[in-house]
């Protein structure tokens, strides 16, 4: 998601929108730090969640 925040924005901007990429700037601040708090165990990043509530995550 932080990915496709960042490419829609370059596109935001050449389409000279910008309300749209003060938006998504915004948003993708807010998702940065959840990533960086929730997301990381303080060795990897967490992937995603098994059903019996394992984390997989990126080695």
Not at 4 to 18: P, R, S
């Amino acid at each position: 998601m932080y990915d496709v925040l960042t490419k829609f924005i370059e596109i935001c901007n050449h389409k000279q929108e910008q309300a749209k990429v003060e938006k998504y700037e915004e948003v993708k601040s807010h998702l940065k730090k959840a990533l960086n708090t929730s997301g990381w165990d303080g060795r990897w990043f967490k992937r995603a969640y098994t059903d019996n509530r394992r984390t997989i995550r990126k080695y």
